[in-house]
Structures are given as structure tokens and as C-alpha cells.
């Protein structure tokens, strides 16, 4: 962690927009540096996503523009929540990045070959949870602030969808009931935050499905497109799909996983009688007029992984 500490150091994601994870991990490393005694800051010219509440952040965690001293030649890199080449280097120059801190595995040989040890790309709920294990690592968690504290708290809520899905691990319950011990958080506090990340998808909701629709490849089972949103109560959105079918148009099939959290479950929205039968083989569901309620909650990499497992 304190290597080249003479060199200011870029925090990032380096993606097309920043979901809580990404940007509670870009602040928290980068206060851990500053404490550590490091020039560091917390970048990104992306946007903020709905999960991203107003009532989290506060003006200044994530700069959107590089002062002089971070334009320098010998400027690093720290990058969070991402860890594809390929999506990284239109944003970030990849000889300048010192560490990779990512939850989605897959190009941890790729990141070993070039910075070894400084890789931490791990199967977790949530790369929140491995910023905070650097805290820990560090014996600064306790002087934590309080606002990064709650960050992290929320990026963990929305990544595991409250502790409920299958990518949850005994590190993300641990980092999370230790950090809500230390904030006194409670679940009023967590359905408050769900309550709040639903009302910012419903003020836009067709920005917050098109900005978070992903291209399905190589992929016999699912339609081209796939669609997310995880919202607290997932009814108003349902009653809203004669909008977003209109949003989406026909040139291509689609889907979408509306992930209601309070209920614990998806609803699959697929107008594909082809997909639909495929999708339902797989889960165990049944379509009616286009809609398949699933007996727990998944998240659309858990969806993409279980029909590439059945092709």
C-alpha cells in the first residue's frame, strides 16, 4: 500500500457510470491513502447511477476534473470495481496502474502478470468489502469517517441485495455488521436507503433501465439485451410496462430483471415467447402475459452464469 508513496495517486472506476460500490470504494481508498499520508483522490467524470443516494454523498467525495499535481507523468492508478482491460483503457492509462481492487473475477492472470501482488480481485458480494479489508489490514477502520462508513454500508446492501443473493460471503455479513455496529445502523436505516434508491428510479425511470441494460453474447438462452433494477418494492414498476416496452422497440428482443428486495424475488419481463420458454426451462417459472416471478432474488450476473451453465 505504501509503495511509491512520493507519487499522487488517481482513485477510480473507470466506467460509464458509477453505481454505489464503485463509488464508495473510489472514496474510501482514496481517505485511507490521505490518512496513510499519500496524495490521492478520488476521480471519475462518470455519472452517478440510482443507486447513488443524495442523501450519502457529499460535494467533493469524487472530483470530476484533475488539479495539476495529479497531471503529472508519474501520477498512479488505483483502480476499484472493474478490472477488464478492455473497458478500462479508453478512461485509464494501464501502464500507470499500481492495484486492482474488483469483485468480478476474471482477469486476475492478466493484472498478475503486470503489478503481481497488488492485484485483489476476489468472488465477494461486493468490492466494498475488500476496501474495507485494506482499512483493517491498515489498523485505521476505527478512524474511519462517518460518511465513507455509510457508503460502504450501502454499496454492501445493494450489491448482496440486503445479505439475500447467492454472491453474498461470511466476509461481506462480517464487514457489514461491524461497519453497522460502528454507525448504529439498523434495518430501518437499510429500508430507508431501498426506499430512497426507488424514488430516484422512478423520477427517471427510463435513464435508469436503458443506462444499466447490458449486451447478452454467446448466449443461447437469453435475449440480446438484458436489462436490471433493483428497487425496494417492485410493483410501480411493473405497472409501468407498456412505457418501457417503448423505450426498448423491437429491433431486438429484451429483457429485463426487476429485482423487488423487500419480497425477495425477481420478476423477469421477457415479450419473447421463444426466450420465455427457454428462460423458464432454466428457472423453473412460468410466463403470464410476459411476466415470471422468480422464488428468490437474482441479480443479472447470477442469470447470465445459471444459462451459461445449462446451454
Known sequence: MNENISFPTIVTAGSSYLDIDAYACCVAMAELLSMQGQTAIAYSTAPCNYSVCQSLIIEGQISKSLMQEFLLENANYIIVDVSDPDFLKKAVPLSKVTAVYDHHTGFEEYWSRRIGNRTHIEFLGAAATLIYREWKKAGLHEK??????????????DNTLNLT????????????NELCRKENIDKEWCAFYFSEVQKNVEADLQSAILNDTKAVCHNEILPPRVAQVAIWNAHSILTRLSEIRQWFGEAESWMINIIDIQRNCSYFVCDDVVYQQKISKVFDINFELSIAKTPIAYLRKEIIKKTQENQ
Do not use: H, K, W, Y
Not at 443473493?165 to 461481506?172: G, H, I, L, R
Open 144 to 157: 474511519m469517517s462517518q460518511s465513507t462508513a455509510r457508503l460502504l454500508i450501502a454499496a454492501i446492501l
Open 165 to 176: 443473493s447467492s454472491n453474498t460471503t461470511p466476509e461481506d455479513v462480517e464487514v457489514f
